[in-house]
């Protein structure tokens, strides 16, 4: 009787035992939903990166790049010129001390009868028309990367932005560069209010002056 209980014992133990190699169900639920939640986390991380990576936009087609400089020191700004006055306010944000452009040359000497300009030489050339036509007009900041020209570009997140072109990159810099670029476009395209590089355009004189006229 005792061994026949015995045997009884092992026979249900035996019963309870998973197979060898095999997983309880149980368990291989566990794993099964941890592996499904992994995989919607992660493609839900990507969403979220893939949303936040801004639109490298189009080329906005007639588009003239009046005037470009690369060198350090440049203020940060993007706004809209309308008129002369417009252009001599924005050339007040560049001090003669920050318009060395990339090559070593800077804007002039200032001598009598010649304007200065922005950086390396007047924003504005002559013959604009401003009756027709706006300048947009971008300074940034492009780390270790100097560049010759820019683009003019156009996307439904930052409406006109500019992007540096002919690029040379470095593995270290000094300084980090700086880049302003000035682009000629229809005055439709610039209404009042128009966005800018994801954001609302700056006075065009520097913001000491704009306080002072407000």
Same mark, same amino acid.
């Given at each position: 009787? =005792? ?7 092992a026979d249900g133990d035996a019963r309870e035992q998973p197979p ?18 992994? !995989? ?11 949303? /936040?990576?801004?639109? #490298?936009?189009?080329?906005? #087609?007639?588009? /003239? ?15 809209? !010129? ?5 252009? %001599?306010a924005f050339e007040e944000r560049f001090p003669p001390a920050a ?6 040359? /800077?804007?002039? /000497? ?23 036509? %706006?300048?947009?007009? =971008? ?21 006109? =932005?500019?992007?540096? %072109? ?7 810099? %000094? ?7 000035? =682009? ?11 966005? !800018? ?18």
């Open positions: 009787m =005792f061994l026949h209980r015995r045997r009884e014992r060898r190699g095999r997983m309880p169900r149980g368990s291989r639920l566990i794993v099964a939903g941890a592996a499904v939640a992994g !995989l919607l986390l992660v493609s839900g991380v990507w969403a979220v990166l893939g949303e /936040d990576e801004p639109s #490298p936009g189009v080329p906005v #087609p007639g588009a /003239d790049l009046v005037h470009f400089a690369s060198g350090h020191g440049y203020e940060p700004v993007r706004t809209v !010129l309308r008129s002369r006055a417009d252009v %001599a318009e060395d452009g990339k090559d070593g040359k /800077d804007g002039g /000497d200032g001598g009598e009868g010649e304007d200065p300009g922005g950086p390396a030489g007047p924003v504005a050339p002559a013959g604009r028309d401003f009756g027709t036509e %706006a300048l947009v007009a =971008f300074v940034w900041s492009t780390g270790c990367t100097s560049a010759d020209s820019a683009d003019l570009r156009s996307s439904k997140e930052q409406g006109l =932005f500019a992007v540096p %072109a002919d690029t040379t990159e470095y593995r270290k810099c %000094a300084e980090p560069w700086d880049v302003l670029a000035v =682009f000629a476009v229809p005055r439709e395209w610039a209404p009042h209010g128009v966005e !800018l590089a994801g954001g609302q355009p700056d006075p065009p004189g520097p913001p000491a002056a704009a306080a002072d006229g407000s």
